[in-house]
């Protein structure tokens, strides 16, 4: 479950077709689709190739240019950092984690230093390790037990020194902590009064900007002159309102915001702290700032992206117009700056297509060249995989409801059995591009449509905000007149349609089987609430700040109990009359493991068809390749089963620790 106030802070989700069919008419044309099926749909991919780790991926320049860090398996599997010399064949493991694997690394400005974050078996507790890229010396830099740490800020002006913050003194807040990258030595920094959920440091290296979460479920900007100065408010967002701080100028004298107040979306704004005054540098009528290119010395804001059914960029610094000129010509798809060297000739782009690996370049900007340096999954490049297509739909009300239809590579889009893919959050979206679990599905046969339902980010604040108290009620009826839409169009087979996803996605999926029993076919759950009365009982402390913000956009635990139970799941599961798979992490923070437990035990007490996995050393989500090709052998078998796709053998997956209850 993913919770956000503005950008800063995640809590990172009966029908009849037009042509009535006769019986006979129907048994006729499922025969045909399944031959068709078996004759035009490519091979069979195997499960390891989609959900397997990379073979290298997410790599960083070092500020100097000079290496090239990036995440590869070891020999055992386990996700590690490796460093080359770049224009070298020396790669070498830096790390030695023994089970979960690396998922995020940062070089520090440091030239020795790398630093990562790692939790355990999912608690997301996370600390901060760092690395000396000489010696493998590994230093973990916030041993204390039970604690958080989130990285804030690094700065090439103080390049042995990392600003994070800490839960240490309160579970539920977050101080500031200034700690020694050679020594690793930690001193507070800055206290945080309890209800601060970001900070930003200008180019001193001073903690001068928050964003503080507010009794009414908005948010207020603060900042002060110097650290020793007290706080002021200098804007207040209210609950149906974004906003944050992004960064400070050069000379510290302008802080760059973003915020939907005075508009619909969220605009990049110059703010002067001295006078108030705002200046819009960037802005969309519907969607949203999403990316922010700043250069890395000097401050200046240079690029400004709005993620609409694909990324658009606004250049704001024409100096490096041509180099994204040069760059959209490389080849098709998006493509993000991954990183760049101080002294900014070099920089590493990304480009992401909807059926096929992540391609690394270096682009230098003296030539404008750029070379491959891999792609993160080459098994993947001569595959046949389904293509992404942005589709809109208008919802019961009238409201433009966008989405993604992906359907199998070899068939025609007519009358196929389908899943309905929710995207978690629910405050997050879906958007373009390759995703493992959908090429999995469309190679399988299924169509898969992912819808951005109201209360979705990026599409401006009407559209926020018209999912406020709406979880299982208009929401749902979004993904419902998706459903409805998919059968219009004649792409889906009506008795063949499933709904599935993670965290607001399987609460998606629980509600879809309870509250509208005839719509689907099966369900597949992972990790969603069942109730949204105990999910609120057992946030983690530090989301103490946020819970306004939950009350106002779901509902208030302590006056409106009753109406958060007609919004759960968990009580009207005798109303199932549908085929649903569970699948959860034991450790989860968020979504605890009762969360799905207390269901299965509800269904199973009614006589409902329910299927259970548990993962001992998972938390939100799996983690470890071994526990996600376990529990998505168990989903294909059981999609198959009830939709009719295709499926590979389960074969022997040896580490999951997937317990089927």
């Known amino acids: 479950m993913q919770l956000s106030v503005g950008q800063h802070q995640l809590w990172v989700d009966s029908l009849q077709c037009l042509i009535e069919r006769s019986s006979k008419l129907e048994a006729s044309m499922t025969t ?18 989609l959900f397997g780790n990379p073979k290298r991926a997410r790599p960083r320049l070092s500020p100097d240019g000079k290496y090239l860090a990036y995440i590869a398996p070891d020999e055992k599997d386990v996700l590690q950092v490796w460093l080359n010399t770049l224009g070298q064949q020396d790669d070498r493991k830096l790390t030695d984690d023994q089970k979960r694997g690396i998922r995020a690394f940062f070089w520090t400005y440091n030239l020795e230093q790398l630093i990562y974050l790692q939790d355990s078996d999912g608690d997301e507790n996370f600390h901060l390790y ?42 539920e807040k977050f101080d500031v902590y200034r700690i020694n990258l050679n020594n690793g030595a930690v001193e507070f920094d800055t206290d945080n009064p309890g209800n601060i959920v970001s900070w930003t440091a200008d180019a001193q290296f001073q903690i001068r900007a928050a964003v503080a979460a507010t009794q009414d479920g908005g948010s ?78 000097t401050r200046v804001v240079q690029a400004v992206s709005v993620y609409k059914d694909k990324e658009e960029w606004q250049i704001l610094d024409e100096s490096i117009a041509p180099d994204f000129e040069a760059i959209a010509q490389v080849r098709e798809g998006e493509f993000t700056i991954g990183s760049r060297d101080l002294a900014d000739k070099n920089w590493l782009v990304a480009y992401l297509t909807d059926d096929g690996p992540v391609y690394y370049y270096l682009y230098n900007r003296e030539s404008k060249s750029s070379s491959l340096l891999f792609s993160n999954k080459p098994e993947l490049e001569e595959l046949s995989l389904a293509s992404m297509q942005p589709v809109s739909y208008q919802a019961r009300d009238g409201l433009t409801i966008h989405g993604y239809l992906t359907t199998p590579a070899g068939l025609e889009g007519k009358n196929l059995p389908t899943v309905l893919y929710v995207h978690g959050g629910p405050w997050a979206r879906d958007t373009w591009g390759y995703s493992p679990t959908v090429q999995w599905l469309a190679n399988r046969g299924y169509a898969v ?63 879809g089987l309870t509250f509208t029993p005839d719509v689907f076919a099966c369900g597949v759950d992972i990790v969603g609430p069942s109730n949204l009365v105990t999910l609120i009982q057992s946030v983690p402390p530090y989301w103490a700040p946020m819970m306004a913000m939950f009350a106002h956009r779901v509902g208030d635990l302590e006056k409106e109990e009753e109406f958060l139970k007609e919004r759960s799941p968990l009580f009207f599961a005798d109303q199932i009359e549908k085929p649903l798979l569970i699948g959860q992490g034991a450790n989860d923070p968020r979504v605890k493991q009762a969360e799905s437990e207390q269901i299965v035990e509800a269904m199973r007490q009614a006589g409902k068809p329910v299927e259970y996995a548990l993962y001992t050393d998972e938390g939100h989500g799996f983690a470890r390749p071994e526990n996600r090709l376990h529990f998505y052998a168990i989903a294909e078998g059981f999609l198959a089963k009830y939709l009719g796709g295709r499926a590979e053998p389960v074969g022997e997956i040896e580490g999951h620790s997937g317990v089927v209850k």
């Open 32 to 49: 045909a689709t399944a031959s068709q099926t078996e004759t035009q749909l490519p091979p069979l991919i195997p499960r390891e190739t």
């Open 130 to 171: 760092s690395v000396n890229i000489q010696s493998n010396v590994v230093r973990d830099l916030t041993p204390f037990q039970g604690v958080k740490a989130q990285p804030i800020d690094i700065d090439p002006a103080f390049p042995d020194e990392v600003l994070v913050g800490l839960n240490l003194n309160n579970p």
């Open 220 to 297: 207020d900007l603060l900042f002060r002159e110097t650290a020793d100065k007290p706080w002021e408010t200098l804007r207040h967002w209210g609950p149906d309102d974004e906003g944050g701080a992004v960064s400070f100028s050069q000379d510290g004298k302008t802080l760059y915001i973003v915020g939907s107040h005075d508009a619909n979306a969220e605009r990049l704004i110059a703010l002067n702290p001295a006078t108030s005054e705002e200046t819009v540098l960037a802005a969309d009528d519907q969607y949203d700032v999403d990316d922010i290119l700043i250069h890395p010395t």
């Open 449 to 511: 449509l992912q819808v951005n339902f109201r209360g979705s980010t990026g599409y401006g604040k009407d559209f926020l905000n018209a999912g406020n108290r709406q979880w299982g009620a208009a929401m749902h009826d979004d993904l419902i007149d998706a459903v409805n839409w998919l059968t219009e169009q004649g792409i889906s087979d009506p008795n063949k349609i499933a709904i599935m996803g993670g965290s607001y996605g399987g609460y998606a999926t629980l509600v």
